[in-house]
């Protein structure tokens, strides 16, 4: 039996018009994904050192941290913030910076400091992941017995929160207001945080970082350079020592 050899149809040719709809589609699927779901970040200062490096890049999920959508109901994956975790969120104190801090008090929680131990509901905190810098021992009573004293008039900072004088209980302990939460960097006597500036109000939160997907040595002043000709300086910078100053071994770390 014989077959005849049918030939295939040339594929029609994609359309400038088809092209561009198809370049808009990943376009506008990459602008929702890093929107809504996956952010990008740098640290910028030492204050989460040993944790996070400056220098390092890492990925956020914006998603889960979301305030809950009513009529999306349970397809949003959200929950609220745990304590231990680690939060990228807007600075109460500066609206156009972003922080990333450990969450070390939420709702209800009463929370004080007594030489450099955090207390939780009386109960002393295993922080394995705190950093102590060694070129800080001194004793800052403020810092390290927060909030010990009183801010006005015994050696305290004039500035301290308003809102701390309505939480304050009997026995001392801050106690997180609902809808609140209180953050701290893992390198605590480097870290601008919740002891200077206040409780963090829920919808400041941004998302939890995941994992690093780059590390670079950075100086930690490098954010402050703002000139166009130090930025295109480290760009150079970046180029020429890629290879030697990327720290691999903290290539996709997970953030905890």
């Known amino acids: ?42 640290i910028p200062s030492r204050s989460m050192e040993k944790t996070l490096l400056v220098g390092d890049h890492v990925f956020v999920d914006r998603l889960s941290a979301a305030p809950p959508a009513r009529y999306l109901g349970p397809l949003m994956p ?13 600075s109460p104190a500066q609206h156009d910076l972003h922080l990333v801090k450990r969450i070390v008090g939420v709702p209800g929680d009463k929370i004080h400091l007594e030489n450099r131990v955090v207390y939780v509901n009386g109960v002393a905190q295993k922080e394995p992941y705190v950093y102590h810098d060694p070129l800080k021992n001194d004793h800052d009573v403020f810092r390290d017995d927060f909030p010990a004293i009183s801010p006005v008039g015994q ?32 390198n605590r006597e480097n870290s601008f945080d ?9 919808e400041n ?26 930025r295109i300086a480290f760009v150079f910078h970046v180029i020429i020592h890629f290879f030697d100053q990327t720290r691999w071994s903290r290539m996709f770390h997970p953030v905890r």
């Open 1 to 42: 039996m014989l077959f005849k050899k049918t030939e295939k149809k040339p594929k029609p040719k994609e359309t400038l018009s088809e092209a561009i709809l198809g370049i808009a589609a990943v376009l506008v699927s990459g602008l929702f994904i890093i929107t809504f779901i996956i952010q990008a970040f740098e």
């Open 194 to 202: 919740s002891r200077y500036w206040g409780f963090v109000p829920e």
């Open 205 to 230: 939160f941004i998302g939890r970082p995941l994992f690093i997907y780059w590390s670079f040595d950075t100086p930690e002043d490098q954010y402050n350079r703002t000139a166009w000709s130090d």
């Open 78 to 90: 959200y929950r609220p913030i745990r304590r231990g975790e680690i939060a990228v969120f807007i």
């Open 155 to 186: 050696g305290g900072p004039s500035t301290w929160p308003l809102e701390f004088h309505a939480n304050l209980d009997t026995h001392g302990d801050l106690v997180v207001p609902e809808g609140h939460y209180f953050a701290m960097g893992d």
